[in-house]
């Protein structure tokens, strides 16, 4: 079970980068976090269960250094969501001091043959107590490397508890939409138990390596490997539950408009103005209507966050959320209302069906029918044919 948990979170991770990080690059950080978190499940399913030499050499140590990231990965998602800001600082350097380390500890390790990496792992395999007498590690000894993990990882649950203490709900929070804030804040409580919660259980199986026998410890963590299988998948499944986690804090900056009404063609399904990101959903709606950006084919939400100078998670933000549309809906929806006006106007008799498709934005006649007949019921022919009777 730990095999094919640990497999879909790194599957989970990879999914939730490749389809967010243009939207908000703080889930490079949470992914990176899960997968490293998965590489630690499947080293330990490849020691105990798996009995493969090959596989094990694969993953016996040649992962370690990253597994130092884990506590600096966890910050910079935490910081990143609190502040809205995914950048990292010249500081930051310091937190990768652990895995460099590690690193140059196992690079001479790292360059031998595989032949003989599977032979380690042979025998390892054979005697499980030889894990702590193998040292491939010429700066550490293993139990530091076992020990160390799971303290550096308390260290910055601590600094993170802090964190979250200094942005709890009750702070002054005023351009913060406060929906999306608690949804988040709850999150990021529950990330940080279970993740507690999981560092605590390697810590114990840790602590027990240093006290008795590598065999009688594991015999004594089928339930901790069984438990830490189940913690990966809940971590990454409950982005799957409530995706609008991943718009994260956003922290609306720009100045209070002063003139100017909500423009409400594009959408009416628009929650109270007492959100701070309304202004936004103005800028948008008023953007669209005045440039009509949508008439370009490769339109897209980078392009449409770029113009206003805004984040683009702050954008999708308002179209989930406050106008209750997808931008791909949206854009198909402004095209189709530009195509309707251009055969309520006459401009069938000028151009062909496929001449108001590509003026409408659309890159291909078929896509332009099948977003009409969607849109209105009809063909475009069928709609100018009802036109004219």
């Not at 094990?56 to 935490?78: C, D, E, K, R």
């Not at 390892?124 to 000894?141: G, S």
């Not at 979250?164 to 709850?186: D, E, G």
């Amino acid at each position: 079970m730990l095999l094919y948990i640990s497999l879909l979170t790194i599957i989970l991770s990879a999914l939730l980068v490749t389809y967010n990080w243009r939207i908000n690059k703080n889930t490079i950080y949470l992914g990176a976090f899960f997968s490293i978190l998965a590489t630690y499940g499947l080293t330990h399913y490849f020691t105990i269960y798996a009995k493969s030499p090959f596989w094990l050499a694969i993953f016996y140590n040649n992962f370690s250094p990253f597994w130092f990231l884990t506590g600096p990965l966890l910050l910079f998602y935490y910081r990143g969501t609190l502040t809205d800001n995914s950048k990292l600082r010249g500081t930051d350097i310091i937190h990768f001091i652990p895995f460099l380390v590690q690193l140059a500890g196992i690079f001479p390790y790292l360059l031998t043959p595989f032949s003989y990496k599977v032979d380690i792992a042979a025998q390892i395999l054979n005697d499980l107590n030889l894990i702590t007498q193998f040292n491939v590690n010429w700066i550490t000894k293993p139990i530091v490397n076992f020990l160390g993990r799971p303290i550096l990882v308390f260290l910055y649950l601590g600094y993170i508890t802090y964190l979250l203490w200094l942005n709890h709900p009750k702070s002054n929070r005023a351009k913060v939409p406060m929906q999306q804030f608690k949804l988040t804040y709850r999150w990021l409580i529950l990330l940080e138990v279970t993740t507690a919660i999981l560092i605590i259980n390697f810590f114990l199986l840790s602590w027990s390596l240093s006290k008795q026998t590598v065999t009688a410890t594991m015999v004594n963590a089928q339930f901790t490997h069984f438990f830490s299988g189940i913690a990966y998948f809940c971590m990454s499944f409950m982005l799957l539950l409530f995706p609008r986690i991943l718009y994260g804090m956003p922290i609306y900056t720009a100045e209070p408009a002063k003139t100017n009404q909500p423009i409400k063609e594009i959408s009416e399904v628009l929650v109270s103005q007492d959100d701070p990101f309304f202004e936004l959903v103005d800028k948008i709606n008023a953007y669209l209507k005045k440039e009509e950006p949508y008439l370009n084919p490769e339109f897209t939400i980078n392009e449409l966050a770029a113009s206003l100078k805004v984040p683009v998670h702050h954008v999708s933000y308002c179209l989930n959320t406050l106008m209750n549309v997808k931008f791909t809906s949206l854009r198909t929806q402004l095209r189709i209302q530009y195509a309707a006006k251009l055969l309520d106007s006459g401009q069938a008799d000028d151009l062909s069906m496929d001449g108001i498709g590509k003026k409408s934005g659309f890159s291909t006649r078929s896509n332009f029918y099948n977003a009409f007949k969607t849109e209105t019921g009809l063909t475009p022919s069928e709609y100018l044919e009802r036109k004219n009777q």
